[in-house]
């Protein structure tokens, strides 16, 4: 137990140190490419930050694990926006642009409905996943030619990067190298103390898993939030919410067909519902104020406390 434990640490360690390297160069190569902060935060951040959970669920379907697989999914993204999002909030109010109200978080939407009813029935098929996987190729093509023809330029304060581009694609493969190592390291000791605490492996998906694997999002957004940088942070956080549904679960799915039965319902309504009330709190003077942070922070707590209530 302590060395599944230890090991468990360590890997989330890891995961933290390559989402970093990850997020650094692919964000030094698209600043070169003059692409503005919020479709930073939107695309190459985010799905930076959600390369974890790329990996670890990828490895968990691999494995036959398909609850480990799909509750770091709904899990991350519950945690995304009830933990990450309602910190970054009562850090620095966060100040939402007009296209997140209008096409971001509409899209983001979108998706986690579809993901809801695909999954009722605790199965994702091929044909579901290839459709998830042309969405997060078509949201990402338009962000970027949406950004060029309306978006602001590239913030020059983020440019302080290194210069040469091999220096980036280096900081990229061995990013994404630590993150393959780590991540079969976290699903095989996350998986060891389930069954030692008496835990299905959804729940070990749903909260350490999860939470684990979203601690990329959580440092990006949290230092940008308090360099006050709310495009990154907002982007980041609902960039990371459509990745993980579309790129995903799109991949997992198409790569073997996933069987979850231990996710109920309840778990896709919780994420349903966190994503829905984002949408009245940016609309309400098109930010997220300190308390509704609060909120957002307490909806995770009361769903925590369900989850685990047969446990604590």
Same mark, same amino acid.
């Given at each position: 137990m302590i060395t599944s434990l230890t090991l468990l640490i360590l890997s989330l360690v890891a995961l933290y140190i390559g989402a970093g390297w990850l997020v650094q160069g692919s964000s030094a190569l698209a600043l070169k490419a003059k692409v503005s902060p919020l479709v930073i935060g939107l695309t190459i951040v985010a799905f930076g930050t959600s390369a974890p959970? @790329?990996?670890?669920?990828?490895?968990?379907? @691999?494995?036959?694990?398909?609850?480990?697989?799909?509750?770091?999914?709904?899990?991350?993204?519950?945690?995304?926006?009830?933990?990450? $999002?309602?910190?970054?909030?009562? %850090?620095?109010?966060?100040?939402?642009?007009?296209?997140l109200l209008r096409?971001?978080?509409?899209?983001?939407?979108?998706?986690?409905? $579809?993901?809801?009813?695909?999954?009722?029935?605790g199965t994702l098929s091929r044909v579901e996943g290839f459709f998830f996987l042309a969405g997060i190729i078509v949201y990402t093509l338009f962000s970027l030619f949406y950004s060029r023809k309306h978006g602001e330029g590239p913030n020059l304060e983020l440019e302080e990067q290194p210069k040469h581009w091999a220096v980036d694609t280096l900081a990229i493969i061995g990013g994404l190298a630590v993150l393959v190592c780590a991540s079969?390291?976290?699903?095989?000791?996350?998986?060891?103390?389930?069954?030692?605490?008496?835990?299905?492996?959804?729940? %070990?998906? $749903?909260?350490?898993?999860?939470?684990?694997?979203?601690?990329?999002? $959580?440092?990006t957004s949290i230092v940008a939030a308090?360099?006050?940088?709310?495009?990154?942070? %907002?982007?980041?956080?609902?960039?990371?919410?459509?990745?993980?549904?579309?790129?995903?679960?799109?991949?997992?799915?198409?790569?073997?067909? %996933?069987?979850?039965?231990?996710?109920?319902?309840?778990?896709?309504?919780?994420?349903?519902?966190?994503?829905?009330?984002?949408?009245?709190?940016?609309?309400?003077?098109q930010k997220i104020s300190r308390t509704e942070g609060f909120v957002l922070i307490l909806f995770y707590v009361i769903y925590i406390f369900w989850l685990l209530r047969d446990t604590i």
């Open positions: 959970e @790329l990996v670890v669920s990828l490895n968990a379907t @691999l494995s036959g694990q398909g609850d480990i697989a799909i509750g770091n999914i709904v899990g991350s993204n519950i945690f995304n926006i009830g933990v990450i $999002l309602g910190v970054s909030a009562t %850090i620095c109010p966060l100040q939402v642009k007009k296209q096409i971001d978080i509409p899209v983001m939407l979108a998706a986690t409905l $579809l993901l809801t009813v695909l999954f009722w029935n079969r390291l976290l699903v095989d000791n996350a998986v060891s103390i389930a069954k030692e605490l008496g835990m299905s492996e959804a729940v %070990i998906g $749903l909260t350490i898993v999860a939470a684990g694997t979203s601690m990329p999002e $959580l440092a308090y360099k006050r940088k709310t495009d990154i942070t %907002i982007g980041n956080i609902v960039g990371s919410s459509l990745f993980n549904i579309l790129a995903i679960a799109g991949s997992c799915s198409l790569v073997h067909p %996933i069987e979850a039965k231990n996710v109920n319902y309840i778990d896709l309504l919780v994420m349903l519902a966190i994503s829905v009330l984002l949408l009245p709190l940016v609309k309400s003077g």
